[in-house]
Nanobody, 124 residues
């Protein structure tokens, strides 16, 4: 199971660090993706990281502002979010997949084990 945490209310330009903690299995052999969703919109892939952390991907809207990382000793993947904007407001989810998919966040990428999500709110 994956559980997200670290969301909250932050002013524009602020920062947050989201955590995706795994329990019941070892995360180190899995690629992990971060996704976000707002009411009435489809879930959007935000960032992904390969096993070992050697490869990462970011959607254009967060490049240069968000950084994904992993600490396999803590069985956790992080999403460091800087320069937050109102359009970053969403529920953020993490999920795992067997093979690193890069920019492919669609159903064919095989992401599974979705957590309950954590709310990030950046007021306008």
């Amino acid at each position: 199971q994956l559980v997200e945490s670290g969301g909250g209310l932050v002013q524009p330009g602020g920062s947050l660090r989201l955590s995706c903690a795994a329990s019941g299995f070892t995360l180190d052999r899995w690629a992990v993706g971060w996704f976000r969703q707002t009411p009435g919109k489809e879930r959007e892939g935000v960032s992904s990281i390969s096993p070992g952390g050697g490869a990462t991907n970011y959607v254009d809207s967060v490049k240069g502002r968000f950084t994904i990382s992993r600490d396999d000793a803590k069985n956790t993947v992080y999403l460091h979010m800087n320069s937050l904007k109102p359009e970053d407001t969403a529920v953020y989810y993490c999920a795992r997949t067997t093979y690193y998919r890069g920019a492919n966040y669609g159903p064919e990428a095989g992401y599974t084990g979705w957590g309950p999500g954590t709310q990030v709110t950046v007021p306008s």
